[in-house]
């Protein structure tokens, strides 16, 4: 089933998504943002997995990053798709010294939900890289 959301309706829920489920730590999100058969096709440590293991994943860096946060810096949508370019900034505990990464994430909409993800992202760096 195709979305039936506008390419902007698809950028703001994408956006949304990332504030509720990263910035404001609500991992539960998920359930409501994602189609019970939601596929992430790079998931933790690059191997698929489904959205009990992306909630996993993010409880998990809640606790490892306290103050965890993701800015959208660019948003592309097409089709049923949205892309993002985004860096993900926190501070190491046990160095104090602050962290990024950035990545590309890539969304498919099915109906008013997102029914996979693909990620490439760079490892983490003390560096603010290229935001």
Known sequence: MPTDLSLESMKLFV?????QFVNRR???VIHRNMTPDFLDHDGPGGQPTDLLGDEKMMLGMYEAMPDLH???LDMLA???KVMCRNIWR???RATGQPMTFQGFVLWRFQGRRIAERWATVTQPSPHPGWA
């Open 78 to 80: 097409e089709g049923d």
């Open 15 to 19: 956006a949304d998504h990332f504030e």
């Open 90 to 92: 926190w501070t190491d």
């Open 26 to 28: 609500n991992a539960a």
């Open 70 to 72: 993701v800015t959208v």
